[in-house]
């Protein structure tokens, strides 16, 4: 992400409302809310390393409300994960799709664990730590 804060996180808005509005079915308003906040912690404060989704020092990123899944399939786009790629955004939501409606953590590089039931996030991240 070498684009300004605000750009980014408008390219975040603009992926999530689009792939949602395409699969005619999602949860828009978490990654259209929590996009500024994303923006800083992917570009200031997160340590990782798109070319090495596994070092093992990298900073976990756990979106615990799996619901808004496409924050974290927006992100992984925009920081130069190999995948989702612009493509795989455009079947968000599809059978077959890696872009499933919670994420799964066996299908994309960077998704740290598969989301969904609220409430269990914290103790993943704690699990994690």
């Given at each position: 992400?070498?684009?300004?804060?605000?750009?980014?996180a408008?390219a975040i808005?603009?992926?999530?409302?689009?792939a949602?509005?395409a699969?005619n079915?999602?949860?828009?308003?978490m990654?259209m809310?929590m996009?500024?906040?994303?923006?800083?912690l992917?570009?200031?404060?997160?340590?990782?390393?798109?070319?090495d989704?596994k070092?093992p020092?990298r900073?976990?990123?756990?979106?615990s409300a799996?619901h808004g899944?496409?924050?974290?399939?927006s992100?992984?786009?925009l920081t130069?994960?190999a995948r989702?790629?612009l493509?795989?955004?455009k079947?968000f939501r599809?059978v077959?799709?890696?872009?499933?409606?919670?994420?799964?953590?066996?299908?994309?590089a960077?998704v740290?664990?598969?989301?969904g039931?609220?409430?269990?996030?914290?103790?993943m991240?704690?699990?994690m730590?």
């Amino acid at each position: 992400m070498t684009a300004s804060f605000t750009d980014c996180a408008n390219a975040i808005r603009a992926l999530s409302m689009d792939a949602v509005e395409a699969a005619n079915s999602g949860h828009p308003g978490m990654p259209m809310g929590m996009a500024d906040v994303a923006t800083v912690l992917f570009q200031n404060y997160l340590k990782f390393d798109p070319a090495d989704p596994k070092w093992p020092d990298r900073d976990r990123f756990v979106l615990s409300a799996g619901h808004g899944s496409m924050l974290i399939y927006s992100l992984l786009h925009l920081t130069g994960y190999a995948r989702p790629t612009l493509e795989d955004i455009k079947t968000f939501r599809q059978v077959g799709s890696p872009c499933a409606g919670h994420p799964e953590n066996f299908e994309l590089a960077g998704v740290e664990c598969t989301t969904g039931p609220l409430g269990q996030g914290l103790a993943m991240a704690v699990g994690m730590a």
